[in-house]
């Protein structure tokens, strides 16, 4: 890709802009020691707009500009029920999980778990989490991120992958490891309007190269028109086939989009996961954290058009005269792996390097950048928090002090991502990157779901059964994971949607928890949470927020059923 002097000096200012807001945010009052509420907790000073914009900067990540791109590009727009029920996912945990969070005063989400069952149970979860940001999201991020700009940027023969991993994690690491939480949290509302408006540009440009005629209208109408089946949002049995040639339904399966499965992805992501949630558990006060995620919940219904869309566009580009993918012309574009299969993920990387005009590049790699740092600073903020706060000092050094406390965070964070770095470019093409790590994360999220629901909602809920159900729940996983892989013949075993997996793995961990906890003959365990109305009583702005949301959701989803 040609890169014009003006691309160079708006990617140049768009990292030195936040750079110099990261370190400005880190520079702290002169002559006094930052204490680990101010490195992990930003001082617990965010308001609500800090909240939401930095909610979303740290959750679109490679991951879904790049990999949701792929998924919009092989099933079309039924991929955004992962963004639009995110919306209605996020006004739960602001109403139900949030108020409980801030009671407890929490700085990790591994320390509900210690407060509600045992430190060894906080203990084993927290380690699990530590692997997870190290070995899954850190160096996904990086190896997508890498790709992405080697494919732009280069010749998308790898030759720029290693360089550009390693620079992306350093420009993270540059503001975040030393700023903790409020580095990455302020910087985020900047890299959100960067992301938003680079997105939205870049859909743009794609939409008026669609047709002769140059116009963004004509362009909407066409490709609704080449491909109406690929808006369509509750798939059925056969409707899409994937360019690899896998029904798409058992990606998507039906309604369990919306009452099934999906829900378990994203209670898990959105109510419990570290690196989402921590922003929230910095908030000036809950009425703030719950106004931000309803922020949040509103911007995500904006996402698809953004991460989605451009996927279906690249997808219409591509098709011949008779409405089916040209497999002369992917091959010739790039879109072909080594192993023969399509390259989905090429598709929004492909649309940058073909259709953005000179001069606007630059907005559009900073976008890229945006998402892709972003999620980086919030994941080794989070990486480190848990491990300073739930490893070292729980176990440890219990004594240890705010500035010893600051220095380890610094440490683990950038261990982490020098792990990360080794690992990433080692990582080959994954196909739908976004769709397999959904996959992967479900083998293990429902079982840790369950532990945190019975924990919040069941009084009877104890430790051991907690431990066995976050156990067993492994087992069960793999059963309807691997079983009809390995033993396809063998009538033990059911070929399920992963969703239809996930959402039978988290019923059957729950009634483990109940089932043990009424064996063991519990009728409220002692630490069990006490629930009131006041506590889940919200402010009017956030219910305004929440029913113009579930009313924009509804009718999208009515629209394109």
């Not at 339904?249 to 099934?260: M, Q, R």
Request: proline share 3%; charged share 10%; net charge neutral.
């Amino acid at each position: 890709m040609d890169i014009s002097t003006i691309d160079l000096v708006v990617f140049t200012v768009y990292a030195l802009v936040i750079l110099g807001i990261g370190f400005f945010v880190s520079r702290g009052k002169k002559g006094v020691e930052k204490s680990a509420e101010d490195y992990f907790l930003a001082g617990k000073s965010l308001p609500w707009w800090a909240i939401g914009a930095s909610l979303i900067a740290a959750n679109i990540s490679a991951e879904q500009f790049i990999g949701m791109s792929g998924s919009g590009f092989a099933l079309g727009l039924a991929i955004a029920s992962y963004e639009w029920m995110a919306a209605i996912t996020l006004l739960v945990v602001g109403k139900y999980f949030l108020p409980i969070f801030i009671e407890k005063g929490l700085y990790t989400i591994p320390q509900f778990v210690e407060k509600r069952f045992s430190t060894n149970l906080k203990t084993i979860l927290a380690v699990f989490w530590i692997a997870l940001f190290v070995f899954v999201n850190l160096t996904t991020v990086l190896f997508l991120g890498g790709k992405a700009l080697d494919t732009i940027l280069g010749t998308g023969d790898g030759s720029m992958l290693i360089n550009a991993i390693i620079g992306l994690g350093l420009f993270a690491a540059a503001y975040s490891l030393w700023g903790g939480l409020a580095a990455v949290a302020w910087t985020d509302v900047v890299q959100v309007i960067i992301l938003i408006f680079g997105g939205l540009l870049m859909t743009y440009f794609a939409l008026i190269n669609v047709t002769d005629s140059g116009s963004f209208i004509d362009g909407m109408k066409y490709v609704y028109h080449a491909a109406p089946e690929r808006f369509s949002m509750i798939l059925d049995k056969g409707e899409i086939i994937t360019p690899n040639g896998k029904d798409a339904w058992f990606d998507l399966p039906g309604i369990a989009v919306l009452v099934g499965g999906i829900w378990v992805a994203n209670l898990y992501y959105w109510g419990f996961n570290q690196y989402i949630i921590q922003r929230t558990l910095a908030a000036k006060n809950l009425k703030e954290g719950q106004k931000g995620i309803a922020f949040a919940a509103f911007l995500k219904l904006i996402i698809p058009v953004i991460v989605v869309l451009p996927g279906i566009i690249a997808y219409v580009m591509n098709l011949d005269a008779s409405g089916t993918l040209d497999m002369a012309k992917l091959a010739n574009e790039g879109f072909i792996s080594d192993s023969g299969q399509v390259a989905n993920d090429n598709a929004a990387p492909w649309l940058i390097k073909n259709f953005i005009p000179s001069g606007l590049k630059g907005l559009i790699l900073a976008a890229l950048a945006a998402a892709i740092v972003s999620s980086l600073a919030s994941m080794l903020n989070s990486t480190s928090t848990i491990f300073t706060m739930d490893i070292y000092k729980s176990l440890l050094n219990k004594d240890a002090s705010d500035r010893t406390m600051v220095r380890v965070g610094r440490l683990s964070g950038l261990a982490a991502l020098i792990i990360a770095m080794l690992i990433a470019p080692k990582l080959g093409s994954l196909g739908q990157v976004f769709q397999f790590i959904q996959e992967y994360t479900g083998v293990v999220s429902p079982g840790i779901l369950a532990v945190f629901l019975t924990g919040l909602f069941y009084k009877r809920a104890t430790n051991n059964a907690a431990i066995w159900g976050v156990l067993l729940s492994i087992p069960m996983a793999m059963y309807f994971k691997v079983g009809p892989n390995e033993w396809s013949d063998s009538a033990v075993f059911v070929t399920l949607p992963f969703m239809h997996q996930m959402m039978f793995t988290a019923i059957g961990s729950i009634l483990v928890i109940m089932g043990i906890s009424a064996i063991e003959g519990n009728n409220t365990d002692a630490k069990a949470i006490v629930l009131s109305k006041k506590l889940f009583a919200t402010d009017p702005s956030f219910n305004v927020g929440a029913v113009v949301v579930m009313v924009i959701t509804a009718f999208l989803y009515a629209f394109f059923w």
